[in-house]
C-alpha cells in the first residue's frame, strides 16, 4: 500500500490553522477540518488504498475534539510504525495577538468558560499542547502574519514537486533592529562586518547593488565569513536531513537589514545551490530605512 503524504495541522486556538488549511487546498491537498482524532489511521488506510485520488491531505485537528490530547500521541506513534508519511506541524502566535484575533472575531475560546477568562484559557491551551508541540516537524508562528501574508508563506515552503519529500531550506535576511524572525533553526549574524550605511553614497542602496557588492566582497573579512558560514551550512543541512527533519530555516541578521544581511544571504544561496542545495531566500527588511 501506497500511503499519502498527510500534514496533520494542530495548534493553539486563533493560531491561523483555518486559513492555512486554505493555502493548502490551493496547493492541491485533500484537506479536513477538525477530523476526529481517533478517525486519522481509518483516513490513512481509506487514503492508501484510493491509488492516485488523494495523494497528499492537510488534516486540521485541534483540541475542539475531546479525544485529541489523550490520544494524539499514540495514534502519531501508531502512523509512524506503519511508515505513514506524516508530518506535524504546530501553529502558535503571541498572546497578544491570540487575544486581539479573538476580540476581532467575537468568538469563545474552547477552553473558556465564566471561571476561566480569555488570557488563562490561552495559557492553559498552550501548557496542555506542549508535549505535543514537542514533535512537530515545523512550528509556524503567526504573530506578524496577516491572513493573506499567512497564505503566501505557506505555498512558498510548501510549492516543490508533490513526489519529494525533501528538507525545505528558507533563509531569511532580517535587521536586529526590527526584531528577530520567529521560528528560526539557526541564526547567523553579520552586524561585525564593515556597515556600508555610513558610507554616505552606498547607504541609500541595498545588498543586491553592485556598488555596495563591490564594497563588502573588498573586505578580507565578509570573504572569510561567507566562507566560514558555508562551511558550517555544508556540515549541518545532511545531519539536518538524516535526521527526519521536513524544514530548516536560517536567519541572516545585520542592524538594518539592508545591506550586509542581503548581501551574505545571497551569496550563500549561491553558493549552497551550485552545490545542489534547494533553498529559498526571502529580503524582510530590506525596504524598510
Known amino acids: 500500500m501506497s500511503y499519502p503524504v498527510i500534514l496533520i495541522i494542530t495548534g493553539l486556538s486563533g493560531s491561523g490553522k483555518h486559513s492555512a488549511v486554505k493555502a493548502f487546498e490551493d496547493l492541491g491537498y485533500f484537506c479536513v477540518d477538525n477530523l476526529p482524532i481517533q478517525l486519522i489511521p481509518t483516513f490513512a488506510e481509506l487514503a492508501g488504498n484510493s ?43 503571541a498572546d497578544e495577538a491570540l487575544m486581539r484575533r479573538f476580540s476581532e472575531t467575537r468568538r469563545p475560546h474552547p477552553l473558556g468558560s465564566e471561571q476561566l477568562d480569555l488570557p488563562r484559557a490561552i495559557e492553559r491551551e498552550r501548557v496542555e499542547l506542549k508535549e505535543i508541540r514537542a514533535l512537530a516537524d515545523l512550528v509556524v508562528d503567526t504573530t506578524d502574519h496577516s491572513v493573506h501574508s499567512l497564505r503566501q508563506h505557506l505555498i512558498d ?34 552586524r561585525f562586518l564593515t556597515n556600508p550605511y ?76 551550485k552545490g545542489g542545495v534547494r533553498i529559498r531566500v526571502t529580503h524582510r527588511d530590506i525596504d524598510k530605512i
Do not use: W
Open 51 to 93: 491509488g492516485e485520488i488523494v495523494r497528499r491531505a492537510a488534516l486540521v485537528v485541534d483540541i475542539r475534539e475531546r479525544q485529541f490530547l489523550p490520544h494524539f500521541q499514540a495514534i502519531y506513534r501508531d502512523l509512524k510504525k506503519r511508515h505513514v508519511p506524516v508530518k506535524v506541524l504546530f501553529f502558535e502566535a
Open 198 to 273: 555610513f558610507v554616505p553614497e552606498l547607504a541609500a542602496l541595498t545588498g543586491r547593488h553592485p556598488k555596495v557588492l563591490e564594497y563588502l566582497r573588498a573586505d578580507p573579512e565578509t570573504r572569510e565569513t561567507i566562507d566560514r558560514y558555508q562551511d558550517l551550512l555544508g556540515f549541518l543541512l545532511p545531519k539536518c536531513q538524516r535526521e527526519g527533519r521536513s524544514f530548516f530555516t536560517i536567519g541572516v541578521g545585520c542592524t538594518g537589514g539592508r545591506h550586509r544581511s542581503v548581501m551574505v544571504a545571497n551569496e550563500l544561496r549561491r553558493r549552497l545551490r
Open 157 to 190: 515552503q510548501f510549492r516543490a514537486s508533490e513526489s519529494t519529500l525533501e528538507m525545505r531550506i528558507t533563509m531569511i535576511s532580517f535587521g536586529f533592529k526590527h526584531g528577530v524572525p520567529h521560528g528560526l533553526d539557526l541564526l547567523l549574524d553579520t
